[in-house]
């Protein structure tokens, strides 16, 4: 059985999304998750894009010590230099160098010519091996590049000392015929490939990514690179929970492979590296999406009931799927409710568990049936990494279709109570308008989103926003059955945050 070896950009080719910043905390975060979940690879950055940057993989690499740490750089000497100070503490580290080898990307973009680039690409591997001896590199836009030229690139990056041979489909235009075509070409046309693992790297602009993914496996690839839930430039990255849900569930097809990927924490995963990007997954994407096990049609659900494998082609446990199942109420005690959040993975301290708890009690009261999605999205909400520097008090608002909606909130600031009110075009933005007062802060709210966690009237409203402020962007979550309750925490969610960066 070979191992496909599972390389998360998540952090890297996944913060690159547009409007998915992540702080280093939150990336470090993301990395622990990654690695509990059996992740070979982390790439945790690209060192060389700021300072910032350069730290936060750092502070990575000296704290996750299972999976290799990769951080990525151009084939010039400071991105390699920075790569190489960002990851040098880590137990297993790696430098991944990316140039371009399309006719169009050579000409408009690199103004080089093909001997320049080979010439270039073999300078910098050596000078990357000279750090270490795993080195990854990518042709980019490899999938566009004239064939002959690719195979004499990879050729001679693998004697310079590349480990890896990454094949990049950078703008996701291959098909899955193709792509594996080209995988099977340079296993047959580059003289040394078996001194260097064959990886692949798709992009999701034809919807085709984890297709062409899966085509290359069964062409010989044994490294792919992907991201959680699909995130990244454009249309994203292959998404790791379809591909390594696909090996898993079609060993018919994967017989000879497979990846040591714990499918049972993907749906965990998902849900952390949404709610940290502020990225909400599609009810209807596969395998991580609410509706994924969700049976609406009369036919389907008795279907299910008499024999599940009718319609299910997957457990949903075996992601991590808990369902909506009713779990706790009112009346379930302290010790039932740490029990569940431990099967839901969580482990608390006796403090988060406290406020947790209260928080627990006070739905209990509104609401009848507490499902697990709740209870995650109070863990979510409450368990925070930051320590609040702004704390709800209370608030009242005023609204209706005849009158202009007003807002009176208080804040607890440093141990002092502090309250402001405001009128707004709403409910929410006159609260949001009072919090602006009492803070002094200038929030832009660039984005918005409310959806119910659970089905009912009683439902939990989850607030997901994105908040620019002191030139700063971060997003940020809060839940209630009070839509307007969600939308004040999760605004003051996202203020503390900016003030912690
Ligand atoms: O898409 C791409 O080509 C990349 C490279 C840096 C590997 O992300
Ligand atoms: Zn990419």
Redesign the pocket.
């Known amino acids: 059985m070979d191992k496909i070896i599972i390389f998360d950009t998540t952090l890297r080719?996944g913060e690159q999304a547009p409007g998915a910043s992540l702080n280093p905390k939150e990336k470090l975060e993301i990395a622990h998750a990654l690695s509990d979940m059996g992740v070979d690879i982390i790439e945790a950055g690209f060192p060389i894009a700021s300072k910032g940057e350069l730290l936060s993989v750092q502070q990575i690499a000296k704290a996750i010590k299972g999976p290799v740490i990769c951080g990525?750089a151009r084939a010039i000497k400071a991105d390699i230099d920075a790569a190489h100070e960002a990851v040098k503490h880590a137990k297993h580290p790696r430098i991944h160098v990316?140039l371009a080898t399309s006719k169009i990307h050579m000409q408009y973009k690199l103004k080089k010519a093909e001997d320049e680039i080979l010439r270039l690409a073999v300078e910098f591997t050596k000078y990357a091996k000279r750090f270490f001896p795993d080195i990854e590199f990518?042709p980019?836009?490899a999938s566009r590049t004239e064939r002959e030229f690719l195979f004499q690139v990879v050729e001679a990056v693998i004697d310079a000392g590349a480990t890896t041979v990454?094949i990049?489909d950078?703008v996701g235009y291959t098909e899955p015929a193709e792509y594996g075509c080209l995988i099977k070409a340079i296993k047959e046309n580059v003289p040394n490939i078996d001194k260097a693992i064959i990886s692949v790297?798709c992009?999701n602009d034809l919807g085709l990514a984890v297709a062409n993914s899966l085509e290359a496996i069964k062409n010989g690839a044994r490294q792919v690179e992907c991201t959680i839930n699909g995130i990244g430039?454009r249309a994203g990255n292959a998404s790791m929970e379809e591909i390594v849900m696909s090996i898993r569930t079609r060993r018919d097809i994967f017989s000879d492979v497979d990846t040591q990927i714990k499918t049972n924490s993907i749906y965990k995963v998902s849900r952390l590296v949404s709610k940290l990007t502020g990225f909400v997954v599609a009810p209807n994407k596969a395998i991580v999406g609410g509706n994924a096990f969700r049976h609406e049609s009369g036919i389907h659900q008795d279907g299910v009931l008499k024999e599940r494998s009718t319609y299910e082609i997957i457990k949903p446990e075996d992601v991590g799927f808990t369902g909506t199942g009713i779990v706790l109420g009112k009346h379930s005690g302290r010790h039932a409710l740490a029990e569940r959040l431990k099967d839901l993975g969580f482990n608390l301290t006796t403090e988060q568990l406290n406020t947790v708890s209260e928080r627990f009690k006070a739905l209990a009261d509104k609401k009848k049936t507490i499902f697990d999605d709740d209870l995650i999205s109070i863990v979510e909400d409450e368990i925070k990494q930051i320590k609040p520097v702004w704390k709800l008090e209370g608030f009242v608002t005023n609204s209706g279709t005849k009158i202009t909606p007003t807002a009176e909130v208080e804040l607890k600031y440093k141990n002092k109570s502090l309250s402001a009110k405001s009128s707004g075009d709403g409910p929410v933005d006159a609260c949001f308008k009072a919090i602006d007062k009492i803070t002094g802060i200038k929030g832009e709210l660039q984005d918005y989103r409310i959806e119910a966690v659970t089905k009912g009237k009683d439902a939990l409203g989850e607030v997901s926003l994105k908040l620019k402020a002191k030139g700063k962007i971060v997003t940020a979550r809060a839940s209630s059955t009070d839509i307007i309750e969600s939308s004040v925490r999760a605004y003051i969610n996202a203020l503390n945050k900016i003030e912690s960066l």
């Open positions: 080719d990525l990316f990518s980019e836009d990454n990049p950078t790297h992009h430039e």
